[in-house]
């Protein structure tokens, strides 16, 4: 599976931007997607998580503000972010995984990665 990530951009604290995870190869249906962020001289972190259109998981730090959803005739999955903080900041990525939503946050359970979309969050 080749993913593209997309969607990053500058926005100001309390925007929103959707970032975008297309799938080519492989259809993502039979696959978890996940969402993680990394800053400057930060660890990679979980941000969220979908599997089939039902199960989603959620960092606390995103929980209330942060969407995740699928488009499967466009072999896309998104992430809805709203009510932007500084703290956001990072280059966000997509991965593919077949575990389950409790064993979501590790990074290493995922197959295949994105390459980085940047999102900065002015104050």
């Known amino acids: 599976v080749q993913l593209q990530a997309s969607g990053g951009g500058l926005v100001q604290a309390g925007g929103s931007l959707r970032l975008s995870c297309t799938a080519s190869g492989r259809t993502l249906s039979s696959y978890g997607v996940g969402w993680f962020r990394q800053a400057p001289g930060k660890e990679r972190e979980f941000v969220a998580f979908?599997?089939?259109?039902?199960?989603?998981r959620f960092a606390e730090s995103v929980k209330g503000r942060f969407t995740i959803f699928r488009d499967n005739a466009k072999n896309t999955v998104y992430l809805q972010m709203n009510s932007l903080k500084p703290e956001d900041t990072a280059a966000y990525f997509c991965?593919?995984?077949?575990?389950?939503?409790?064993?979501?946050?590790?990074?290493?359970?995922?197959?295949?990665w994105g390459q980085g979309t940047q999102v900065t969050v002015s104050s």
């Open positions: 991965a593919a995984t077949r575990v389950i939503a409790s064993r979501a946050s590790a990074s290493d359970e995922y197959l295949f």
């Open positions: 979908s599997r089939s259109g039902y199960t989603t």
